[in-house]
């Protein structure tokens, strides 16, 4: 069935550093995908979305491109924050059902 | 304008009893979505509403799980018989069409706790 990976966290970064979280898809079809991130305390909250291959999704300085061809959706930012510490999930949804299917999160830690 | 609310925040039952758990979505968005998340993990796919019909439940994990919106707006998640592994966060999220597309917008959660 259809599924998605994400690395596994907590992944721990120092200010300014570059980011990276990997997320990989199995699908059947051509699905749309998303990054969705939670704050501490917060509900899940859009990141940025793709939804055809070779698109680009772009918001907070991050950004993710639609691999079709390596099925990834990796998750990157040049320079990352203290605010930007977060559960980061990667996210698709097929055209012939009717659910988000997620991977297991992220945690990523940015110390000062 | 107004995102998707649920209530209660907090839900704290004992074993066997029945609760009832409340979306609101956002005004005029037709698809409404139940998940549910356990701690460490992705959310897990419940039901799936188009309009006033449950478009795809595929995902409620038995019969004691179910859900309605019956006026197209409002949903109530209803769990019977609660036992403790039913512990999760019960997150609602609402899109405009329910298209593949769409951004689903998700409400804060209700943590509900089975003693």
């Known amino acids: 069935g259809d599924s998605v990976t994400q690395m596994e966290g907590p992944v721990t970064l120092s200010e300014e550093a570059f980011l990276t979280i990997n997320c990989t898809y199995t699908a059947t079809g051509y699905p749309s995908l998303f990054w969705y991130v939670q704050y501490p305390g917060e ?17 907070k300085g991050f950004e993710a491109t639609y691999r079709k061809e390596t099925t990834s959706f990796h998750l990157e930012k040049g320079s990352v924050q203290v605010s930007d510490s977060a559960v980061y999930f990667c996210a698709l949804y097929m055209d012939s059902n009717y659910q988000l299917i997620w991977g297991a999160g992220t945690k990523l830690i940015i110390k000062p | 304008g107004a995102g998707v609310s649920q209530t209660p925040s907090n839900k704290v039952t004992e074993k066997g009893k029945y609760v009832e758990l409340r979306c609101d979505p956002i005004s005029g968005h037709t698809a409404l979505y139940w998940y549910r998340q356990s701690l460490g993990q992705g959310p897990e796919f419940l039901i799936y509403f188009q309009g006033t019909g449950a478009a795809d439940d595929s995902g409620l994990p038995n019969d004691r799980f179910f859900a309605v919106r019956p006026e197209g707006s409002v949903s109530t998640l209803k769990i019977q018989r609660t036992e403790r592994g039913d512990s999760a966060v019960y997150l609602c999220a609402s899109s405009p069409l329910g298209l593949h597309t769409d951004t689903q917008y998700f409400g804060p959660g209700t943590r509900l706790t089975v003693l």
């Open chain 1, 43 to 59: 509900g899940l909250q859009l990141l940025l979305k793709a939804t055809k291959a070779d698109d680009k999704g772009s918001n």
